[in-house]
């Protein structure tokens, strides 16, 4: 067997960037808070923008200067450095850098695209936690299941330690899927801090141009967690628009705590950005918050195209933008929505969500009757006792979805 690695010689290469970037920013994060303090402004107010001046601007300048020397220096060498031992380094990644790179994806994974970052994640299929390369699947079946992860997660961890009451269910929701219901499983590998609608609009081109290669293809399922159900709702959307030929053979999709309508905490974190916002003292440590990827405020609200924050302040407090985006009709639908609570006592007693996603998100609902997914009543179920993150591997969960796609 290979020995799995923990570090690939492009993460020296990634970090030694954003090491780099993180030294420029939190200069000039300080210098402006110095700035500030000097002006003396009022407690409440607008920012006081600008630099420093005289010697204590020298000082500024200076670290910045010597940051991008030595940041280009050691990008240069780094770069050069890298073709030299990749040759020595294992192929394989481990689970434990696998999972650092998909938090730090989702965290900061636009701006890692953006600029080119050796450290941001391709989008791609994988089948048993492999890269998946043309033809390799050209033994499917007629049959083909992608799971798709949510935010800053990866596929491997769809897969979990069971207990051996678990058992009947498989190592892991695929692996059941696979042997219970005749599906060829495959995951979406993805940078998950991108736009929901970029991802989306990949995924939809990489399925057109996967699919091509399988023929005998006639079925396909979608099976999205969290933010994967955005994803795959926003790659029905780009499909429809380019005409792809895989969308009529797309038979049904899985909604797993999918954040519909999006979710209260980052709605939480919007409003934490105004309110440092509100204070020139305070203003600077704002744009710590506005760190967060456009992956994550795509969130507040559920957003899955561009026509719904393109040409906007994604960090601005402007409301739900959204237009209305039905499900594809020819598809069937289902939504799993978890509750850490137990089932209401009464008729609407509140039910609490999963933790992260609210049970009206999850399952579609919204107070706009417009904006409510045609989900049936059959095919939506709630989950008590069970969190966003046990929703990947519950055997109650996939009870029910075994029972719904087996039908």
Not at 76 to 86: C, D, E, G, N
Not at 132 to 148: E, H, N, R, Y
Not at 246 to 261: D, E, N, Q, S, Y
Not at 347 to 356: A, S, W
Request: overall charge positive.
């Amino acid at each position: 067997m290979s020995k799995r690695s923990h570090l690939h010689p492009s993460d020296l290469h990634g970090l030694g960037r954003l090491s780099i970037e993180a030294v420029t920013q939190v200069t000039r994060l300080v210098e402006s808070l110095h700035h500030t303090i000097t002006q003396a402004p009022v407690p409440l107010g607008a920012e006081r923008t600008g630099t420093t001046r005289g010697i204590t601007g020298l000082v500024y300048r200076s670290i910045r200067g010597v940051t991008a020397l030595v940041g280009g220096t050691l990008d240069m060498a780094l770069a050069r450095l890298q073709p030299l031992l990749a040759g020595r380094t294992p192929a394989l990644s481990s689970p434990e850098r696998e999972a650092a790179l998909a938090a730090l994806n989702g965290v900061l994974g636009d701006h890692l695209a953006a600029t080119a970052n050796p450290l941001a994640i391709p989008m791609g299929l994988r089948c048993d936690g492999v890269p998946l390369q043309a033809g390799t699947v050209a033994d499917a079946t007629s049959k083909i299941a992608v799971l798709v992860h949510g935010l800053c997660m990866n596929d491997r961890q769809w897969a979990r330690s069971r207990s051996a009451s678990d058992a009947p269910y498989g190592a892991d929701a695929a692996a059941a899927l696979a042997r219970d219901l005749g599906y060829r499983v495959l995951h979406l590998h993805y940078n998950s801090g991108r736009h929901i609608s970029h991802n989306g609009r990949e995924f939809a081109d990489l399925l057109q141009a996967s699919l091509a290669q399988w023929p005998q293809v006639d079925a396909l399922l979608l099976i999205g967690h969290s933010m994967g159900g955005l994803v795959s709702r926003s790659a029905c959307h780009y499909a429809a628009l380019a005409g792809h030929g895989w969308l009529p053979k797309l038979r049904a999709m899985v909604f797993l705590g999918t954040p519909h309508h999006g979710a209260a905490l980052e709605r939480g974190g919007n409003g934490l950005d105004l309110l440092l916002g509100a204070s020139p003292y305070t203003a600077p440590f704002a744009r710590l918050g506005k760190i967060r990827s456009a992956g994550i405020t795509d969130l507040r609200y559920g957003t899955v195209r561009d026509e719904d924050w393109c040409g906007q302040d994604r960090f601005a407090r402007t409301g739900d933008q959204r237009q209305p985006l039905a499900l594809p009709a020819h598809v069937q639908c289902y939504a799993i929505a978890a509750s850490t609570g137990k089932p209401p006592g009464a008729p609407g007693e509140r039910v609490p969500g999963d933790g992260l996603v609210s049970v009206d998100s999850a399952l579609g609902r919204h107070p706009d009757p417009r904006m409510t997914l045609a989900i049936p009543e059959d095919g939506q179920w709630i989950g008590y006792g069970i969190n966003h993150l046990q929703l990947l591997h519950h055997p109650a969960v996939y009870a029910r979805l075994r029972e719904w796609l087996a039908a």
